[in-house]
Nanobody, 123 residues
Framework: QVRPVESGGGSVQAGGSLRLSCRVPGYSVCNYDMAWYRQAPGKEREFVSRLETDGTTSYTDSVKGRFTISRGDAKNTVYLQMISLKPEDTAMYYC?????????????????WGQGTQVTVSS
């Protein structure tokens, strides 16, 4: 399976904004549910947000109201708009495919991780 590619990370001051991008390159019959996770140094990887093909979104409590996940015009592209960033948002952010939905209506689990993009928020 093709690995998602993340971009858009960087260093910002607290209160700043960043927009992360994730795309699954190349042709695929799948329309993916996709998710963002993050991992801070010395901590376990944690769920951040998920976007399903029907538009359903979900967020971890700590980012609700500050992060917005959305789908791009290109197939299997998602964004994570992050505002009011806090130092505790500092982490490597990973994009992941969750489920493949095929044109004939079937679906199957997918679990392919990108290599991550670093977000650093300074106080």
């Amino acid at each position: 399976q093709v690995r998602p590619v993340e971009s858009g990370g960087g260093s910002v001051q607290a209160g700043g904004s960043l927009r992360l991008s994730c795309r699954v390159p190349g042709y695929s019959v799948c329309n993916y549910d996709m998710a963002w996770y993050r991992q801070a140094p010395g901590k376990e990887r944690e769920f951040v947000s998920r976007l399903e093909t029907d538009g359903t979104t979900s967020y971890t409590d700590s980012v609700k109201g500050r992060f917005t996940i959305s789908r791009g015009d290109a197939k299997n592209t998602v964004y994570l708009q992050m505002i009011s960033l806090k130092p505790e948002d500092t982490a490597m952010y990973y994009c992941k495919t969750v489920q493949c939905h095929t044109p004939n209506g079937s679906w199957y689990a997918s679990n392919v991780w990108g290599q991550g993009t670093q977000v650093t928020v300074s106080s």
